[in-house]
């Protein structure tokens, strides 16, 4: 079975500090994600990485920052946490087939982040 | 980007059928249609996809209507443990294997 998992379940950060979300999958996926869940808005792509060392921008980016210094493993990281950014923060893993479109993204537990 | 509509809640009997309906009236021909649902206080699950046939899995079937502007996930005995959010998501390789999560269909299975 694939496995993703998440650094954390619950994390309570203060406004301004440095915050490192942690996310390791075991498949061997050339594909991760950041997204965060929020009530009404559903999910929402922060970041993903389709390669080590590679990133692209999802539809919120802001204020986040990623890292893929190996293949199982993608960080994300706040420079400086703000209330708003207080969620659910979701890691998903998928292999990059020659289908793309046809590819299971795997996801974590989920880790939620709240900002005081 | 092609977008889908799905009602916001539904009840269903346990043991009994249940069909989740899924609009996609401006979906593409290279438009897979994937199903995942999200059990409470856990990260969204695979649930099933398909692009034009009918699929079945040991989870559920996927029913595709012949014009694919719609199409409806079948549980075929809900259990108190398929009480969950369905979402009803579009993906084409053009976008890069990036999944569009809307609000999906909180389903609630009553004893």
């Known amino acids: 079975d694939v496995k993703v998992t998440q650094s954390s379940r619950y994390l309570v950060k203060r406004t301004g500090e440095k915050v490192f979300l942690e996310c390791v999958q075991d498949?061997?996926?050339?594909?991760m994600f950041w997204y965060r869940q929020d009530p009404g808005l559903g999910l929402r792509l922060i970041y993903f990485?389709?390669?080590?060392?590679?990133?692209e921008k999802g539809d919120i980016p802001e204020g986040y920052s990623v890292s893929r210094e190996k293949k199982e493993r993608f960080s994300l990281i706040l420079e400086s946490a703000s209330t708003n950014q207080t969620s659910m923060y979701l890691c998903?893993?998928?292999?990059?087939?020659?289908?793309?479109?046809?590819?299971?993204?795997?996801f974590g537990p989920g880790t939620r982040l709240t900002v005081l | 980007d092609a977008k889908t509509t799905q009602p916001n809640s539904m009840e269903s009997n346990e043991e009994e059928p249940v069909h989740l309906p899924c609009n996609h009236s401006t979906i593409s021909g290279t438009d897979y249609i994937h199903w995942y649902r999200q059990l409470p206080s856990q990260g969204p699950e695979y649930v099933i996809h398909g692009l034009t046939s009918n699929v079945n899995n040991r989870m559920a079937s996927l029913a595709i209507a012949e014009d694919r502007k719609s199409s409806t996930l079948i549980l075929h005995r809900a259990t108190l443990r398929d009480a969950a959010v369905y979402y009803c998501?579009?993906?084409?390789?053009?976008?890069?294997?990036?999944?569009?999560f809307g609000g999906g269909t909180r389903l609630m299975v009553k004893p």
């Open positions: 990485s389709y390669d080590v060392k590679m990133k």
């Open positions: 998501i579009l993906s084409n390789n053009n976008a890069g294997n990036m999944l569009t």
């Open positions: 498949m061997d996926h050339e594909n």
């Open positions: 998903a893993s998928s292999f990059a087939g020659q289908k793309i479109s046809t590819d299971t993204q795997y």
